[in-house]
């Protein structure tokens, strides 16, 4: 089975800085697809950047943009510019590739970022 | 589009009564899925849909019931409730058969918080 860790409970950050969110994962799996997604105080999951495995160029939206390590199996969020509202738990996802599958996701534990004006 | 919504939002139980939360969504997805949320335990998949009449246990689905009898809607059962119930309970949806982009990413509902006392 698939897992998702993210070794960062909690993670701080000076408005305007840069700060990286680390996940690990473990799969025997060539096929798959990463996701990190913001749970704000209003609970709404939202999604911030998707990656698919097989894709070797780096994700990027806006002010977040990751790091994927296929070999290390690494996955980490670089949120550049951070603002007040870039606040909230944040979780790694994983989810198995190929077409036809349930696309169940694996959640990490999440990493609670704090902005501080 | 309303999206992916829940009913209710809020629900306080006494330890062996039953409820059934309904999620709906309308944006014609295969897939749905029931997520449990806990401090410090991420999200982790409880039943998952994968089509109008099928449904299929997740990761903890011990305690739990779920129907979906309309390809809209999946309804997530209580029958006895007891307080390691107590959580925040997600739905999602994925998969549109005639928008191809849709296969990577998961839309959640607001959550419903569920105490058992």
């Known amino acids: 089975a698939q897992t998702v860790t993210q070794s960062q409970p909690e993670m701080s950050v000076q408005e305007a800085e840069t700060v990286t969110l680390s996940c690990t994962y473990d799969?025997?799996?060539?096929?798959?697809?990463l996701f990190w997604y913001k749970q704000p105080p209003s609970r709404q999951m939202i999604l911030v950047i998707r990656?698919?495995?097989?894709?070797?160029q780096n994700a990027t939206e806006n002010r977040f943009s990751v790091n994927f390590q296929k070999a290390a199996k690494s996955f980490s969020l670089k949120i550049s510019d951070s603002q007040l509202g870039d606040a909230a738990m944040y979780f790694c996802?994983?989810?198995?590739?190929?077409?036809?599958?349930?696309?169940?996701?694996?959640f990490g534990k999440g990493t609670k970022l704090t902005v501080n004006p | 589009n309303a999206g992916v919504t829940q009913t209710p939002k809020f629900r306080v139980l006494k330890t062996g009564q039953s409820m059934t939360l309904l999620c709906a969504q309308d944006?014609?997805?295969?897939?749905m899925y029931w997520y449990r949320q806990d401090p410090g335990m991420g999200l982790r998949l409880i039943h998952y849909?994968?089509?109008?009449?099928?449904?299929a246990k997740g990761e903890v689905p011990d305690g739990y019931n779920v129907s979906r009898l309309k390809k809209q809607n999946f309804l997530l059962g209580l029958e006895s409730a007891a307080p390691s119930q107590t959580s925040v309970y997600f739905c999602?949806?994925?998969?549109?058969?005639?928008?191809?982009?849709?296969?990577?990413?998961?839309?959640f509902g607001p959550g419903t918080r569920l105490t058992v006392t």
């Open positions: 799969t025997s799996e060539s096929d798959y697809y």
């Open positions: 944006m014609n997805h295969e897939y």
């Open positions: 849909s994968v089509g109008e009449g099928t449904t």
């Open positions: 999602a949806s994925s998969y549109n058969r005639d928008r191809v982009i849709s296969l990577y990413e998961q839309y």
């Open positions: 990656q698919e495995a097989y894709k070797q």
């Open positions: 996802a994983y989810r198995s590739g190929g077409q036809g599958g349930s696309e169940k996701l694996v």
